[in-house]
């Protein structure tokens, strides 16, 4: 069993060496040196205005003349790619920290749980102070706040799934790397980063939907009574729904579908479709994902030539590679060394946690008293039962539908582009509707409320559906189909066991993510009307928006609370339950 190479591909092998490539360049290549020179030129044109002088006394006044959407919606894609670039190193430093070392594990799985809890409000009301302070009267301060809300709404799933793809590795590709003496650098990157690509790139895809879902939150900034704003497609959003103007959130509710189709068809869909070369199968799909910008760039000379340049960089990186050392540790840990290190490890982490347990709590005592607590945490059971009901209810709707477009390369292609947008579609732009629908129908806040959270949350369930149906081995479908294994039998015997770990990701993140959408999903304004339902996402957003720290850290400890006690009850029993039963 082995990763599927670039075979299909024999006119990339027959190509001549790189000395006689020089004289050979098309239009395709001249093409592809435009594209990148006008990119280069773009991020240089837009990246002059996130150093611009800016001063913290004064409320920023959006400009909602359509004729800026152009230049909003450049900024907003930095900063989604900024943050997408941000997440993708902290998931590997991370989740190789955590599957590597079993007491660090501990440590980062609970604390990355509170991570994906904490929701990007209470992340930002830290960073915009601390970002301001570290740029004193520079836009660059408000910024890297806003990149860091962004990277906040993007990390924590990526990290899920490539967690459990290093937990979950093949056994076969396990010996691999240790039968040639592989050093850790190669096996991190020849091995156990192949392994996790495809659900790497589609938690990533989701994971840029999520930095999409909190746009408006993170470009258009409500702390301590002072409104900060940023240019971008978020803040223009905000603004034009707080001036009540229906025409100008059409004009972003439009650019909003044109940039996540462009970003799709340019970036998503090029590397959906190179991923497939990283498939653990035997035999080879008669149908494979296609992306007409990953077949121009494979007519190009520029990745073979790329590739040459950089090769001495490489075998740099490898070289220092083997101070890591080599891929031969043993498969079983002395116990007595094992129970000598836990405790010593668990004494210095558990007096560290209780140290600032114990201060907090003197902090909150000090202001409020520790009954500042009793109110989120009835407020909290209210949305537990809304992401409950939301998991349930994602789980029997998306799942088949996942299966179904993980299962068809045809299909992929069609379905791609329209999840993306739904995905990356900001419950905020609904305000308008969703008040009116509210009003006219009578509908409850309460109900509605799960719904605008649904849009999400429910997509990261949607998402690694149809990744671990796509990682599913070609050799084994085939099986399937020549036993005549069908319905009820074939969910039971190939496809629930094939998409469970990734169902299980999925499941873990979309919870998470519920809660965090709780937040802006809970107080929906539009004009002079806002309505509020009850629960701990609206207690949260109040604190915050008034500069209520005891509160708004009562809220966040209690949301924090719940959705770790949910993960240690429920997600972290099924993720044992998929590394026992349901690895490939």
């Known amino acids: 069993m082995s990763f599927r190479t670039d075979t ?68 907003s894609l930095l900063r989604m ?85 290093l937990t979950s590795l093949p056994r076969e590709l396990d010996e691999l790397s240790r039968s040639f003496g592989f050093t850790r650098w190669m096996r ?26 909190f746009l408006v939150a993170s470009e258009a900034i409500s702390v301590n009574n002072q409104q900060y704003a940023l240019p971008g497609v978020g803040s223009y959003a905000g603004a034009a729904i707080t001036d009540g103007d229906l025409g100008r959130v059409g004009w972003a509710i439009l650019t909003m579908a044109v940039m996540v189709i462009g970003v799709n068809f ?13 498939k653990n199968e ?12 990953l077949d121009f760039l494979r007519r190009s000379h520029w990745p073979q030539l790329l590739g040459r340049v950089l090769r001495p960089v490489g075998r740099g990186l490898g070289r220092a590679g083997r101070l890591l050392g080599t891929d031969d540790r043993p498969l079983t840990v002395d116990p007595a060394r ?73 299909l992929t292609r069609i379905a791609q582009p329209v999840v993306q947008v739904l995905a ?33 949350a429910q997509w990261y369930i949607l998402f690694n559906s149809i990744a671990g149906a796509m990682a599913i081995p070609t050799d084994l479908r085939e099986a399937m189909d ?9 969910w039971k015997r190939l496809i629930i066991p094939g998409i469970f770990p990734s169902y299980v990701t999925g499941g873990i993140t979309a919870s998470g993510g519920a809660w965090n959408a709780s937040i802006v999903s809970e107080v929906v304004t539009f004009g002079g009307t806002t309505l509020t339902a009850t629960g701990l996402g609206a207690y949260i957003a109040k604190a915050t928006e008034s500069g209520d720290y005891p509160h708004l850290i009562a809220g966040v400890a209690v949301m924090s609370l719940y959705v770790v006690g949910l993960n240690r009850l429920l997600w972290r029993r099924l993720y044992r339950l998929a590394e026992a039963r349901y690895s490939l």
């Open 338 to 410: 094992r129970r000598t290190g836990d405790v010593v490890f668990t004494l210095v982490a558990g007096g560290l946690i209780l140290w600032g347990l114990t201060d907090l709590g003197r902090y909150l005592y000090d202001r409020t008293g520790l009954g500042v607590f009793g109110e989120p945490l009835l407020l909290g059971l209210a949305t537990l039962t809304r992401v409950l009901i939301l998991v349930a209810l994602a789980t029997v709707v998306w799942v088949p539908i996942g299966v179904k477009i993980g299962f068809s390369p045809r």
């Open 266 to 278: 340019l970036f998503w869909r090029p590397l959906t479709a190179w991923a497939e070369k990283f």
């Open 81 to 165: 790619f900024v943050a997408l670039a941000l997440s993708v190193a902290f998931t590997f430093g991370y989740a190789y920290a955590a599957a590597k070392s079993r007491r660090l594990e501990r440590i980062l799985i609970p604390a990355l749980d509170i991570l994906q809890s904490v929701p990007v409000l209470g992340f930002l009301t830290v960073a915009v102070t601390g970002f301001i302070a570290l740029f004193p009267g520079s836009m660059l301060g408000l910024e890297c706040a806003s990149i860091f809300a962004i990277f906040t709404s993007q990390a924590w799933n990526m990290t899920f799934g490539f967690y459990y793809s």
């Open 8 to 75: 299909q591909h024999p006119e990339r092998a027959a190509r001549t060496p790189l000395t006689g490539r020089l004289s050979q360049f098309s239009w395709v290549d001249a093409a592809v040196a435009a594209a990148v020179l006008v990119l280069l030129y773009a991020v240089l044109r837009v990246g002059q205005g996130t150093t611009v002088a800016f001063s913290t006394h004064d409320n920023v006044k959006v400009d909602t003349d359509p004729s800026q959407l152009p230049y909003d919606a450049a900024r």
């Open 424 to 456: 990356s579609f900001p419950a905020n732009f609904l305000f308008p509707l969703a008040v009116w629908f509210f009003l006219k129908t009578g509908l409850s806040i309460n109900i509605g409320g799960t719904l605008l959270m649904a849009l999400g």
């Open 188 to 213: 991190f990157w020849k091995v156990e980063v192949p392994a996790g690509m495809i659900g790497l790139v589609w938690n990533g895809m989701m994971s840029f939907g999520g930095g999409w879902f």
């Open 282 to 293: 035997q035999s080879e799909a008669t149908e494979v994902q296609r992306s007409v910008v």
């Open 482 to 490: 020549d036993l005549g294994v069908v319905g009820w039998q074939r």
